[in-house]
């Protein structure tokens, strides 16, 4: 059985929405005026009609005064043991890119784990990120380029590197094939989800890739250790 062609279950924007408006006692017609959309706007989304921009989805966060991770984070209870099967994987979808939570969202401890995929020409965008806390990375497929604090790291399956999250750091696909990799984030503060700092800048990159007709290329990386 192939392991990364499975379909897992995707977070519904729309009902985080209206999640989120409803668990604050605001009506469509206020977050419309608080927002500057139209209410049939915020309608159609929360029915699954239409999919929202970074843009809009960053009014509604003001708006609702949430981060706009938020709308992508699953509501549950954190545990001590979690075990999830392949199908059962929170899965977030970006711009020439997947990654799909290994059960962290959903543990107690300060651990975080997610499959990274990234199909030619995916990366985290031309802007960096640092947060708290250790990051582990675990070639599994492709060839994935690591820029930590402007220095180049190739990894082919097998490869790792750890460093130090409060370093700031990016990746892409360097190569012409899907690439595949596990990321583990540890020793992180507590009340903190640094996945979602991974999570907003892809976001955010998606969104100006997206306006500016082309993504991350050789020339936006430094050159290789």
Known sequence: MDLFSREAESIDVGQRLKHLREERQIS????????????NALSMIERGLTSPSVSTLTKLAAA???????????ENSKENVV???AT????????RGL???????????RVEAFLLTLEN???SGPSGMLHAGSEIVYCLRGMLEYEVENKRYILEPGDSLIFSAYMNHRWRNAGKTVVNAIIVISCFNE???PVEYHLATLLQNSEEDKGDGHGVTDADFPEEV
Request: aromatic share 12%; hydrophobic share 35%.
């Open 83 to 85: 075990f999830r099967k």
């Open 28 to 39: 469509m017609r206020e977050l419309a005026r608080r927002s500057g959309l139209s209410a």
């Open 88 to 95: 059962e994987r929170t899965r977030i979808p970006f711009l």
């Open 121 to 123: 020409g995916g990366s």
């Open 191 to 193: 009340n903190e989800s």
């Open 64 to 74: 609702l005064q949430v981060p706009i991770t938020a709308f992508f984070r699953p």
């Open 99 to 109: 990654i799909e939570g290994l059960g962290g969202e959903f543990f107690s401890g």
